[in-house]
């Protein structure tokens, strides 16, 4: 199973609510990542994870929270967004958090906040 | 920091004709380098990997080299197909190596 998966594949929230975007692998990668990628834009990175820890976090604003429950699982956790906020949020993994390996991209989480 | 420059203007080729694209880098040389395909409202997927004490790479119908001087990676894709349309991101390590950042991309369009 080399496939990392996203849910929701689409979802349009308010301002006020809280949502969470799901990512999972069972490849038995040990980093995972959090991208978010606005239109003809390239994925700017979020959050990395190493052993379930977080070991990146790219000055994002505390609205979006991330968790990692286990060595598969990965949240993203979205509260009070705002319209500027909407784009494909992807989540990727890796053997390890070095530069030197492929990442396995999901197919995203198109994501609209209105 | 690093930057990365892909041609933002589409390139149109011909079915059976090779695709060439372009990523220059603007600062340290990176060790490594890296080349994804991305299809519109989808993930990226990794396509090769070049590592800085390499010149060339191939892969089936893709060839990416790397010059360090020039501070360039090429990527053709040979007798090229319409399936073969994308988005083409280039990648390096940033951070000592424990982050990859993305270019833009190159929109391909291959006609029939």
């Known amino acids: 199973d080399t496939e990392v998966t996203q849910t929701p594949k689409h979802l349009v929230m308010g301002m006020t609510n809280k949502k969470s975007l799901k990512c999972e692998q069972h490849?038995?990668?040990?980093?995972m990542y959090w991208y978010k990628q606005k239109a003809k834009k390239p994925p700017e990175l979020m959050f990395v994870?190493?052993?379930?820890?977080?070991?990146i976090n790219e000055s994002v604003p505390s609205r979006f929270s991330p968790e990692c429950p286990n060595s598969s699982l990965l949240n993203l956790h979205l509260h009070a967004l705002q319209p500027e906020d909407s784009a494909l949020y992807l989540c990727?993994?890796?053997?390890?958090?070095?530069?030197?390996?492929?990442?396995?991209f999901g197919q995203g989480t198109r994501l609209t906040v209105v | 920091s690093q930057k990365i420059e892909q041609n933002s203007e589409a390139l149109n080729i011909q079915e059976g004709k090779t695709a060439t694209l372009t990523c220059n880098y603007t600062?340290?040389?990176?060790?490594?380098l890296q080349w994804y395909r991305q299809d519109p409202g989808r993930g990226p997927v990794f396509l090769l990997l070049?590592?800085?004490?390499?010149k060339e790479k191939r892969k089936e119908r893709l060839k990416v080299t790397f010059d360090t001087t020039l501070k360039q990676s090429l990527f053709h894709i040979t007798a090229s197909q319409p399936a073969d349309s994308a988005t083409y991101l280039c990648?390096?390590?940033?951070?000592?190596?424990?982050?990859?950042?993305f270019g833009a991309g190159t929109r391909l369009f291959v006609k029939a």
């Open positions: 990727a993994s890796s053997q390890e958090m070095t530069a030197n390996t492929e990442a396995f």
């Open positions: 490849m038995g990668h040990r980093a």
């Open positions: 994870y190493s052993y379930e820890k977080l070991s």
């Open positions: 600062n340290y040389s990176p060790a490594y």
């Open positions: 070049i590592r800085e004490n390499e």
């Open positions: 990648a390096l390590d940033e951070n000592g190596g424990f982050k990859t950042i």
